[in-house]
């Protein structure tokens, strides 16, 4: 009956915030509290049910880790040259014809390259908007393909804190992983890509009224050169070198290419990398090319630590063994893939975050 309650209580809680506008975080910290007094009331002494806590936490700190480094090598690509590097040589070779096509395309490399969807629309996702509302294209139809391809992306990336977390929680082969999510991901793909063409049909892109890649040059200086951060994660992934290692080194790369050929001063670019990445206030891309930085993943890292360390508990106490019960009559291949689906459809939509229901699904 407690643990009932205890989970409207969440739902109510997570719901409210939700519609408030809230940070999700800080609900999830009240409903780790309410999980820590169900197990009070169960038996379990607080400094127990803290080291579960704590315990079920310590799993996160590996996609922490890769939250730390997307946070750097978003702001440090931008400063690089790189990011608009990618939209410039983008555009150029794009046919305008099929421009919704090329944001789904783009946004998909884009998010691959990064592992970050969030990075991947507020950087490329953020120009293209402007691209569409300047070149005439209907810009919520942008958006869905920009959505899509960030998402897309992002899923297949071994940079992804996701799939990195998916990897340390089921105890598989993250590249195993990626390889199975490529197979099944190419209906998807491909109808996508159909999709978006037929809409790219009715909504081509009239370059002549966007003023985005002549200004991306008048603000950096965009050469090849600027691409070798994203080769080298190509590169890296291709020999499934440890993720951690190809970002230190794309990171290291792009720091010598901000200094050398955008004109950057290492206190400048430790600063972006703190706080991410943004132009003078007079340029007219101050609003549109800008992110990252380590400040901006500490949010995500948080809903992570909290969202790992409630299975902790749920782990330590038993907690949730009676909906496992039900969840272990599950034997074969398709009924245990009805139950996955049943169940990380309820926990996204209650904890409105991928991280959350990651961690409650597995």
């Known amino acids: ?163 990195n977390l998916v990897a340390t929680l089921t105890k598989t082969e993250l590249y195993g992983n990626i390889k199975n999510m490529f197979r099944t991901g190419n209906i998807a793909f491909v109808s996508c890509m159909i999709i978006y063409g037929v809409l790219s049909y009715y909504n081509p892109l009239d370059l002549v009224k966007s003023e985005l890649v002549p200004q991306i040059y008048k603000s950096f200086e965009i050469s090849p050169i600027v691409l070798i951060p994203t080769i080298i994660i190509l590169i890296f992934s291709i020999f499934k070198i440890d993720v951690k290692i190809s970002m230190a080194v794309s990171i290291v790369i792009a720091f010598f290419l901000s200094i050398f050929t955008q004109g950057y001063t290492p206190i400048e670019i430790f600063h972006f990398v703190i706080t991410g990445f943004h132009l003078d206030k007079g340029d007219p891309l101050y609003n549109i090319i800008k992110g990252g930085g380590i400040l901006a993943m500490g949010k995500a890292g948080l809903v992570v630590f909290i969202s790992c360390a409630m299975t902790g508990i749920f782990e330590g106490t038993a907690m949730l063994n009676s909906i496992e019960k039900v969840l272990e009559k599950a034997r074969s291949r398709t009924k245990i893939f009805i139950y996955t689906n049943i169940v990380s459809f309820f926990t996204a939509a209650i904890g409105s975050n991928q991280s959350i229901s990651v961690v409650l699904t597995s």
């Open 1 to 163: 009956m407690d643990l009932l309650i205890g989970i409207l209580g969440v739902i109510i809680t997570l719901s409210l915030t939700i519609y408030k506008g809230y940070f999700i975080g800080y609900a999830l910290i009240l409903c780790l509290l309410i999980f820590i007094v169900i197990g009070m009331n169960r038996g379990y002494s607080l400094k127990d049910l803290l080291w579960m806590a704590f315990k079920g936490g310590s799993k996160s700190f590996v996609v922490l880790k890769i939250f730390f480094l997307i946070g750097v090598i978003t702001s440090i690509w931008i400063s690089s040259g790189t990011v608009p590097g990618i939209v410039c040589y983008g555009m150029k070779y794009m046919n305008l014809d099929f421009f919704i096509l090329y944001v789904f395309l783009i946004t998909c490399l884009v998010s691959f390259l990064l592992g970050t969807s969030l990075g991947t629309v507020s950087t490329v996702g953020i120009a293209f908007i402007v691209m569409a509302k300047g070149g005439g294209v209907n810009s919520d139809i942008a958006a869905g393909a920009i959505i899509s391809g960030a998402y897309f992306g992002d899923r297949i990336s071994p940079m992804s804190s996701s799939a």
